[in-house]
């Protein structure tokens, strides 16, 4: 499986289910479900501790909402980011969500997820 060269639709059909269960565990401060795609590299800077922490002082990543809208994907190399529109159920505004896909031991791993 190549990525790279799926197209926008193939490819959101690989990031909405990903992108659902890391909001999902997100706002239920779900670490196990919250890294349960993430590749090998990704899960040694995301420990436990350091995601709580992240969840404790930011009221906006545990009240994300479950609607989003994506902006497109970027390819580049064996990645493709997928950018959304991402709200809060609780803080006002609207922020950018970035979801890195990869390829690791023939599966699509999560190599980059951030708010902005």
């Not at 639709?9 to 992108?19: Q, S, Y």
């Not at 997100?26 to 992240?54: C, P, R, W």
Request: charge should be negative; charged fraction near 25%; include cysteine.
């Amino acid at each position: 499986m190549n990525l790279v060269d799926m197209s926008d639709d193939e490819i959101m059909e690989i990031a909405n289910p990903i992108w659902d269960s890391l909001v999902q565990a997100s706002n239920k401060k779900d670490y196990g479900g919250f890294t349960k795609h993430f590749a090998k590299d990704m899960l040694f800077g995301a420990n436990e501790v350091e995601i709580g922490k992240q969840w404790a002082s930011n009221k906006m990543l545990t009240t994300l909402s479950t609607d989003r809208e994506c902006f497109g994907c970027l390819r580049r190399k064996d990645h493709v980011t997928v950018l959304f529109k991402q709200t809060s159920t609780e803080i006002p505004g609207e922020y950018l969500g970035r979801l890195v896909l990869g390829i690791e031991d023939d599966s699509v791993k999560v190599f980059g997820a951030t708010i902005f």
